[in-house]
């Protein structure tokens, strides 16, 4: 199979591909399936059409600097993010204008944009990429039910995914599997699969008469109002054409295809991360998700022998098509409240804690390391991803898992709805995953796969000169070693997080001492995680998951109560222990 697109050169004469418009045309409408290669959608659209319209529309809520958000961005997606999406765009256009079109970038509330692009147009078929979210099912409607009443033809192909959702929801009865291997069964071969897709376009009609709709190219960062703000270096570019770069580097190497364990690989590695790092790309559909998995069968196809679902590389795909299928079939599936399949559980509400966490000021370098890595690229391992998201809720600080969530969907230049959703019911031990017992450590987990910190020292390069017996629990280094790599804890980086505050105000013998029992404040906020997420299930349970805001606060009420309660007990069983 190629992996590259089959592009002719640009018509020379058309140095701004717009057309008077005197016969049929259509519009192509893209949100995600920012590419050429493997898209229905665009197919249909140029197929007997004279003039076709590849229309993309700003859409200010996502796009305009909010300068209330705790990062640079939008409302809604943070600068990384809006980054990449305006790359993809770039690249996206340059492709179109190699083929005698070019990319219509129009500005405003997206369904009132294209109402009016409808009406000005005279188009007889409008084309777009099926979106399961819940945001474009609303638009779609709106856009679909105008389109039908004025004798428009829609043509909306489910080509974001392996399988339509709708498709496997109704061969279970009309709701969605819940189990990874139930949608496995359901789902089967994908039909499409034995069959060649669409790689390569040779042409596009032109684009027609735009009328009096204002037109622009691409924006910049600086075009939308951001100005001139400082970016990080990020080593991931938005694209088509970098994305199909990247999948040709990945299945290259055969054997690493054909071995590669999900559970394994090394969340630390970053100059060279250990997975293809193709989710961005999959996200906004620069690289369709058939045409990968139609790539990695041609690999398995050549091996003797490969790993196979939940753990090999098309198994993330398919992971991926289990989430997108669940969300679609589950009402209120982004949140805790109306939710059928989410545990309902009484998660302490703390904006510090919270704000630690978010702003890598926890304490526990391994957890800091990646909240860094994710504010300045915008991507991490999964495992990277799986850690943080433990230390959140059920690992240490007992919070919301929404409030996780946001913060993901604000950072990841990946973030999609359906799959960080999942994510984090998941990590929560909220829904699919229920075995609270097992807990990402702060310290351990990271120091597996990274003993000499090398992670850390270039995420957190205050830790740069901590000695590595001690980067992953720089508190317990001793004052001169901390003087010596030049980073005294509670001064140059933080404590860990509730270490009690009095240690800023005590002898430096008494602060060594009192620094310690961090480790302490690790294992024993685990075990009141634990406890806490027990007795929440277990009323989950006598209430078969029907639990009312009253039942809530109760339990709630009850949990603090104990924990209250725990510190006078252990000192009385000391004190009886004394005296025996």
Known sequence: MQLSLCLSKPAQHLKNPIMAASGSGSIMWFRKGLRIHDNPALEYASKGSDFVYPVFVIDPHYMEPDPKAFSPGSRLAGLNRIRFLLESLVDLDTSLKKLGSRLL????EPGQVLIRCLKEWGVKKL??????????????????????AAGIEVFSPVSHTLFNPADIIQRNGGKPPLTYQSFLKLAGQPSWASSPLLTSISSLPPVGDVGSCE????????DLGYGDIEQEW???????SEALKRLKESISDKEWVANFEKPKGN?????????????PYLKFGCLSSRYFYQCLQDVYKNVQKHTSPPVSLAGQL?????????????????????????????????DELLAAWREARTGYPWIDAIMVQLRKWGWMHHLARHSVACFLTRGDLFLHWERGRDVFERLLID???????????????????YQYNRIYSPISFGKKYDPNGDYIRHFLPVL??????????????????????????????????????????????????????????????????????????ALNQKLNGQLSQEDLDNLRRKLEQDEDLEPKIRRQRQKVGHLT
């Open 464 to 537: 740069k000169d901590m000695p590595k017996e001690y980067i992953y629990e720089p508190w317990t280094a001793p004052p001169g070693i901390q003087r010596k790599a030049k980073c005294i804890i509670g001064r140059d980086y933080p404590k860990p997080v509730d270490l009690p505050c009095i240690c800023m105000q005590l002898g430096v013998i008494l602060i060594f001492t009192l620094m310690l029992v961090s480790v302490v404040y690790h294992d024993s906020a685990s075990k009141e995680c634990k406890r806490k997420l027990a007795e929440a299930y």
């Open 415 to 433: 973030s999609d709805w359906a799959i960080n959703n999942g994510n984090w019911l998941w990590l929560s031990c909220s829904s699919f995953f």
């Open 127 to 148: 084309c777009f990429e099926y979106d399961t979210d819940p945001y474009y099912q609303a638009l779609d409607i709106r856009v679909k039910e105008y389109a039908s």
């Open 318 to 350: 398919l992971w991926r098509d289990f989430f997108y299928t669940v969300a679609f079939g589950t009402p209120n599936f982004d949140r805790m409240e109306g939710n059928k399949l989410c545990k309902q559980i009484p998660w302490n509400d703390d």
């Open 267 to 279: 969340p630390s590695a970053f100059v060279k991360p250990a997975t293809t790092v193709l989710s």
């Open 105 to 108: 970038i129009l500005k405003g």
């Open 234 to 240: 990020i080593p991931f570019r938005g694209g088509e």
């Open 215 to 222: 037109i622009s190219e691409v924006p910049t960062i600086k």
